[in-house]
């Protein structure tokens, strides 16, 4: 195999994952040279990232909205909720990646190359990125969002559920939106099978993102999403089609599933992002943990240490998600009374504490304490049959 470029790092995939690592790096003062590979760097606003955080956010330039106020609505319970401790806050994707990009070109260490993907391979010293042009790159480390784990097993996943929504962003002729408050969960009780809500981050008084989401094993046809939308736009805002515009759409389908944990693609070739075991299982929330990771990740490389693979979640919150996923897979109804408890019986921040897997045992305690048990008992004795 004939090596045409050599580089210290490879960044293969220029999404969220990739283009963090590769800011942390930047910002850090990281001296090796960098390549960062993508079928396109081009900035689109095909993604809302959203999180929550009691500290400084991260990239605060380019935060598009924040809120302290939640509507939430579940069974019979539906109420206005608010956040003390924490803010809710929102990222466009396109926006996020011309800020890193524009960071990125300051720097002479760091190349970017736009080629599609083709494969890796690796040895003890090295990895090799190979492109469908016919290309190969040389590197010490690969850190890879792009391909799934290449040792997954899909039999070893007993709830392969998606997370799949289809989103408009719209612009109505007339005031419809309250911006001080979104919706985090205003759920289809009448939706079968699976678990189904609408999701809305109003941005002003005429404009909003309006989701509808699922939880189940396989994506909608892209009609049954837009029938949600448009009957839910009309009958919580009063506005038919004739009465807003569709400015872009967003459409997503993300992993909830008791995924093996596996860090590495070969040797010298890490997984990050959803790859890697990022994303939360039972929620399907990954900003902040892609943070963390890739912000560690580059300071044990800036200080010259060999890289720091994903780590998996503590042992307690990896059962808690796999007893959620049993009863999100085999029941909606067990689904509904189990969100209807939680959000009525605990406070927001405690839920966004522990759905951030920031809680100590007895807030486990407390939070566990306040669903229906005999959904979970019917879990702990499916799982102990495993």
Known sequence: MKIEFRYNIIIAGGGLSGLSLAWYLAKGGYKGEVLVVDSTFAPTNDKTW????????????????????????????????YLNEYNYYCIRSGDFKEYILRELKRHKNFDLLEENILDFSANKNKAVLLTKGGDSYLADYIFQSVMKPKNLDPSQIKYPLLQHFLGWEIEACETAFDP????????DNEFSPGVAFIYVLPFTQTK??????????RPLEKKAYKKKIKHYLYHTYGLDKEHYKIKRKEYGEIPMEDR???????????????AG??????TGYTFMRIQDYTQKLAQNLIQGFDPLPPSPSKFKYRYYDLLLLHILSNSTQDS?????????????????RFLGEETTFSQDLKIMSSVPYIPFFKAIGNNLKR
Request: aromatic share 18%; hydrophobic share 40%; proline share 6%.
């Open 208 to 217: 909003a993102l309006v989701e509808f989401t699922v939880f189940s094993d």
């Open 50 to 81: 959203c999180f929550w955080t009691d500290g400084e956010p991260p990239f605060k330039k380019i935060i598009y909205k924040k809120w302290k106020k939640t509507w939430v609505s579940v069974l019979d319970y539906s109420t206005f909720r």
């Open 180 to 187: 001080e408050t979104f919706t985090i969960m205003d759920f």
């Open 336 to 352: 509904l009374r189990v969100f209807h408890s939680l959000f009525k019986k605990n406070s927001l921040d405690n839920i966004l």
């Open 277 to 282: 075991g990022m994303t939360k299982p039972s």
């Open 260 to 274: 093996p944990h596996i860090p590495l693609y070969e040797r010298n070739i890490i997984n990050l992002g959803s």
